[in-house]
């Protein structure tokens, strides 16, 4: 991971996608109008994550062993 940035992580969690517009908005308005997460509304979706079950570096196997 120190070599490349990247990992390979299983975690639970939410994704929220795309929001609709108000429905008290003209309708002009919310034809071309995009509510988005995030800094000024920039991405479409949102990721919560609760819990990280399992890192690991990507592009190496990983175990989806989950017993205690």
């Given at each position: 991971m120190e070599k490349s940035g990247k990992a390979a992580v299983i975690f639970t969690g939410e994704l929220y996608g795309p929001q609709l517009p108000n429905p008290n908005l003209p309708e002009s308005i919310r034809k071309i109008y995009?509510?988005?997460w995030g800094h000024l509304g920039a991405?479409?979706?949102?990721v919560v994550a609760f819990h990280?079950?399992?890192?690991a570096p990507a592009g190496k196997p990983y175990t989806d062993d989950t017993s205690p």
């Open positions: 995009h509510p988005g991405f479409p979706m949102k990280i079950d399992a890192v």
